[in-house]
């Protein structure tokens, strides 16, 4: 007798599910990551710029370059908000796919385990209808030799 799991075909599919999970929350870690590098060149910039803004102030600045100064980090803090919220964005969308993962993990690994199961029983009772038929071989011997 060979094994055969009812619920196979419900497996593999939680199987695929799982695995197209599996990448779809690597797809949102690469976009998180993208949102978050672009985040912190902006940031570091941005700090640069400061950097090199309070340096000048120091030595003394004319208005015009004061003006423009304040304007490109002006500009630089808008985008800064902007990746912010890319940023954020892309940080809920990978933990809501984690955890859309976790749970086709655990739907996978439940109908794994009951397969498991039953492979399980269906050994144990192959085992026992082994044992059956020795038995009944075993008797008919002895009554056979007992006829003889």
Excluded: P
């Excluded at 030595?59 to 803090?77: A, D, R, T, V």
């Amino acid at each position: 007798m060979v094994f055969q799991y009812s619920f196979q075909k419900i497996l593999e599919m939680k199987k695929q599910e799982k695995e197209k999970r599996e990448q779809e929350y690597q797809h949102s870690v690469t976009q998180f990551e993208l949102a978050a590098k672009s985040l912190y060149k902006l940031l570091s910039q941005k700090e640069q710029i400061e950097t090199l803004f309070s340096g000048r102030m120091a030595s003394g600045l004319k208005i015009q370059e004061l003006q423009q100064n304040e304007s490109m980090l002006f500009h630089l803090h808008d985008r800064i908000a902007t990746a912010t919220k890319q940023t954020d964005t892309a940080r809920s969308r990978m933990q809501q796919k984690e955890t859309e993962l976790q749970v086709a993990a655990i739907e996978w690994k439940k109908y794994e385990k009951m397969k498991e199961r039953e492979q399980e029983k269906f050994a144990e009772q192959l085992k026992k209808d082994e044992a059956a038929m020795m038995d009944e071989i075993s008797i008919r011997n002895f009554v056979f030799s007992e006829n003889r």
